[in-house]
């Protein structure tokens, strides 16, 4: 076989390749986009301000979370909670604007509609820890604020404050 009867034959194989991929591409990207499921997902994203967000035992839910604030609401916080029982597993990242950003995993538990939590993070190549205090309300997670212990010079929870600090739904976690 000289040179032009291979690349005769390199064509007509990859003629037929063509034909065989293309139709089939089409028929997966058609039934794709146009499945009842595509469809149901779609109506399953949308959340009712009266529902509970906290699911029944034996079931599992993952919510997550976005809050912003800051000059310009430039900082974001950015929390996945997964509830399964009473227990309570995530991730939690607060990104300031131009400055260090803390990003960690949370622990805890679930008393009624409020979460105990321990943040394991990571800030400038250090590891520490802060215990936190969440209330499940409605489709929004509420924060009890943190504050300067003086003494220590570390922050904590404000046990006295109520729950100010608002994350909203968000669709996924923003990293």
Known sequence: MNNTEALIALNVYDMKTRQLILPALIAFTVTAYSSP??????????????????????????????????NGNKDTTSTEILIKDKAVTGQMYWHPFEKDSRKGTLAGTLKGDTV????????????????????????????????????T???????????TVVHYPSVNLKK
């Open 153 to 163: 010079g570390r922050e904590q929870t404000d046990n006295a404050a109520g729950f």
């Open 116 to 151: 105990y939590a321990v943040w394991s993070f990571m800030q400038e190549g250090m590891q520490d820890t802060l215990a936190l205090q969440f209330l499940v309300k409605g489709k929004d997670l509420l924060q009890k604020p943190l504050k300067l212990n003086t003494k």
């Open 37 to 70: 499921e595509g469809k149901q997902e779609a109506a399953d994203t949308t959340v009712k301000t009266d529902t509970p967000a906290i699911p029944a035992d034996a079931e599992a839910t993952s919510l997550c979370f976005l809050r912003t604030d800051g």
